[in-house]
């Protein structure tokens, strides 16, 4: 089991690192890409609570792992911080609330199609 966490935690990293690229190559400001990957990742996670996978295994690799790997509060943390040293306060607290609120809506999301589809 431990393994394929290993494994999913590598490739959701792996994802995270793209996306940063994808959003960079398009001069975004920096926490735009944070903010996708913990909405999108909190997305699916929803998603994968409902879905009811019946391997544990598989479970584990797509949520603790790849979502795991994707997905990331210390670079949210980071990114605030880095606002508030450019003195970009309103933008650190609107990056901060909209992440959480927007996060959280979209686990909802993830939850209602989970339900949905199955």
Known sequence: ??????????????????T????????????????IVNVIGSLIM????????????????ITLGI???????????FDFVRLAQQKKYITAIVYTGSTLIVSFIFFLIGLYLGGRIV
Not at 67 to 77: D, I, K, R, V
Request: glycine residues 12%; charged residues 5%.
């Open 1 to 18: 089991m431990i393994l394929w966490i290993a494994l999913g935690g590598g490739i959701g990293a792996i994802l995270r690192y793209v």
């Open 20 to 35: 940063v690229l994808a959003f960079e190559k398009y001069q975004s400001p920096f926490y735009i890409a944070t903010f």
């Open 46 to 61: 929803g998603f994968m609570i409902i879905y009811n996978i019946q391997s544990q295994i598989v479970f584990a690799f």
């Open 67 to 77: 979502l795991g790997g994707y997905t990331t509060f210390s670079t949210f943390a």
